[in-house]
């Protein structure tokens, strides 16, 4: 049977070849067609340098492990909120309202040019507009630049930013972030302990409402409450361990992996601290001239601190004069 | 002495330039690959551009051909990637193309086939197109499963699976065809 349906194969194609015109013009061509030039050595060992060079790089980039959006799962929020994921490599991923990753930042090496703020600000701020509370046409000046101004009179973002960043990671890197906030105008920041053995720590960035500044018309989104009359500041010590002072002249230097120092140190500031509600702390973060040894870790316990003794208004100011407004 | 044997020295000499040797090779070789490409594309036009592009091509890049023992699959590679250019072309201008997809049942300026009834060669036409080359190459051209394998780059025994499988598929096809 098999061999019969052969047969019938072979006599209904036997026939079949190509054109011997075709045939014809092809020889013809190959009579004059040229050869390529054999590959010489580095021909030959170009492709497969190619090939293992790629196979280097990917296997790099499996070893780097999966982007920090897929990080292990963290305290849920209340309401609605973004998170702000820093590794341990320098990289910002936002995840957006529903967790989708919006966008990764290579920090890169400190100090970080402010550019990367106002980048990160203008994602944020797109992605938090649906939420925007409604203006409220009462509180806009009624100026010619009152369209543009319009958005300033929101009031703060009901969406939270969650901090989620690696232990060791340079504050410079959280710090990056936090300038972004001002932004998209979001002020409730929850900062996740990077151990995940403490309830995060949130904080209200302080904000008492749209204010028009004078100098040509620009509207700041902050009113910051500065100064607030007391501010931690920290920074590494001459050997580089990372110590915080309260900003007035005599105070003693606390020790910030020493959890009794931390303790008085929060003691101290609330007691210093003004009675007014709206006044903030602020909390400053000096680096080195060669580098910033003051991680995430040391900052968050800082805030831990401060968080049992009351503080729940933090202004974050950095070495350089930036601050979160 | 086996095919390779005879083969490795005509493709080392084409290799080197001889033109003679090249010509040696294109006489072994024209025809199966045709009937692969007829049956990779089943317009005879198509095949035919598809045939004069892999012979020129594995002319003028056969310097960078290392192994010589793996010329069949080489050349095969060149003219299944001429092929894939032609199907992709004939996507891009379908209005430029009249429609000929039975060719394999009625190729153009052929006698027509035995019985213009008989139905094996439309069936043929059904098949998906490496099957299609594969039943050709074996049954028409004769070669064997290791050839095809060569050719292929499969194992000679994925080649026997799948032309008694062709097969078995092509006689259910006939029987049901003759039963209606």
């Not at chain 1, 190509?18 to 040229?34: G, M, Q, W, Y």
């Not at chain 2, 594309?41 to 051909?65: K, S």
């Not at chain 2, 209005?95 to 039975?102: C, F, R, T, V």
């Amino acid at each position: 049977m098999t061999h019969d349906l052969e047969a019938r194969l072979r006599a209904a194609y036997a026939p079949l070849a190509p054109d011997p015109a075709r045939a014809d013009d092809l020889a013809a061509t190959l009579l004059d067609a040229p050869q390529a030039p054999a590959p010489g050595r580095l021909g030959r060992v170009l492709p497969w340098g190619v090939a293992i060079a790629a196979t280097l790089v990917g296997a790099f980039l499996l070893a780097r492990g999966p982007a920090p959006a897929d990080r292990a799962a963290r305290p849920a929020h209340d309401g609605p909120a973004v998170t702000a994921f820093v590794d341990a490599h320098g990289r910002a991923t936002l995840a957006g309202v529903d967790g989708r990753a919006l966008r990764t930042w290579e920090l890169g090496d400190l100090p970080i040019d402010l550019a990367i703020p106002a980048e990160i600000g203008a994602v944020l701020a797109a992605e938090v507009a649906p939420y925007a509370p409604p203006v409220d046409p009462d509180s806009v000046p009624r100026t010619p630049d009152a369209p543009t101004l319009g958005p300033a009179f929101r009031g703060p973002s009901p969406v939270a930013l969650v901090i989620d960043a690696a232990p060791d990671v340079p504050w410079r890197h959280v710090e990056s972030v936090l300038l972004a906030a001002p932004h998209a105008m979001l002020v409730d920041v929850t900062f996740l302990d990077p151990e995940r053995g403490r309830p995060a720590v949130r904080q209200r960035l302080p904000f008492v409402g749209p204010a028009v500044a004078g100098d040509e018309g620009e509207a700041r989104h902050y009113r910051v409450l500065w100064f607030p009359g007391v501010a931690v500041v920290l920074r590494p010590d001459g050997a580089g361990a990372p110590t915080a002072f309260l900003q007035r002249g005599g105070e003693p230097v606390f020790f910030v992996r020493d959890d009794g120092a931390l303790a008085d140190l929060a003691v101290r500031a609330a007691a210093a601290r003004p009675a007014d509600v709206e006044s903030s702390l602020g909390l400053e973060v000096l680096p080195l001239a060669d580098g910033d040894t003051i991680t995430y870790l040391d900052t968050f316990r800082v805030l831990d601190a401060l968080r049992d003794a009351g503080v729940n208004r933090v202004l974050f100011a950095a070495g350089s004069g930036r601050r979160t407004k | 002495m086996g095919v390779m044997e005879l083969l490795v020295p005509l493709v080392e000499r084409a290799r080197d330039g001889d033109r003679a040797a090249f010509g040696d090779l294109h006489a072994r070789f024209a025809r199966p690959v045709y009937l692969a490409l007829v049956g990779l594309l089943r317009r005879r036009e198509d095949a035919e551009d598809a045939w004069q592009v892999t012979f020129l091509a594995a002319w003028r890049h056969l310097p960078r051909l290392r192994r010589a023992d793996r010329f069949p699959g080489w050349l095969f590679r060149i003219a299944r990637n001429a092929a894939r250019d032609v199907a992709q072309r004939r996507k891009r201008f379908p209005a430029a193309l009249p429609d000929a997809s039975d060719l394999v049942a009625r190729p153009n300026g052929l006698p027509a086939p035995p019985s213009a009834a008989d139905p094996l060669p439309a069936l043929v036409g059904e098949l998906r197109p490496e099957t299609r080359a594969l039943v050709l190459l074996r049954a028409v051209e004769g070669w064997s499963a290791e050839e095809v394998a060569a050719a292929f780059s499969w194992s000679a025994s994925t080649v026997r699976r799948r032309y008694a499988r062709a097969l078995a598929l092509l006689r259910a096809r006939l029987t049901e065809r003759n039963g209606s």
